[in-house]
């Protein structure tokens, strides 16, 4: 468990509170290695899950990722993964920057996949800075149904 320091020079009423996010920095190597900045991005990717009669719909809001810099996968055949970095912004010396609150960092999601998900057939497409991942779902094969005639 770590505190983290914010601001020196502006009061800050939570400057000493426990970081939530610390478990992810032994976990994920490459979120130790990056600055609380850098560590928001990765909590921050907002992801909504819909089911639709024929799919499982993911649709996250990615901002200024291109698709290169995201990978959607499928990992022990039914846990779909969402990752990839926000690059930070290149920085002139001579700039002066007034507030940054864009975040840049290392993203990743995990989702446990139901068992009727199709994950050979997985989808995904970026547009307007939306991923938009589709796993299709399985057919609920109906029982057949058997007349059987009585006698007397």
Do not use: C, Y
Request: charge should be negative.
């Amino acid at each position: 468990m770590s505190l983290v320091r914010r601001s020196t020079n502006v009061f800050d009423p939570f400057a000493d509170f426990w970081d939530p996010f610390d478990v992810f920095r032994s976990v994920v190597p490459a979120a130790a290695a990056s600055t609380d900045r850098d560590t928001a991005a990765f909590a921050n990717v907002r992801i909504d899950w819909k089911e639709t009669p024929e799919a499982h719909v993911f649709k996250a809001d990615i901002p200024g990722v291109k698709k290169e810099e995201v990978k959607v996968e499928v990992e022990d055949g039914n846990v779909l993964v969402i990752s990839g970095e926000r690059s930070k912004e290149k920085e002139d010396k001579s700039d002066k920057w007034h507030r940054v609150e864009r975040s840049s960092g290392m993203f990743l999601r995990r989702f446990r996949l139901p068992e009727n998900a199709k994950t050979e057939e997985v989808k995904a497409g970026l547009e307007n800075g939306v991923l938009t991942v589709t796993v299709p779902k399985a057919e609920v094969k109906k029982p057949e149904v058997k007349s059987v005639e009585i006698s007397g």
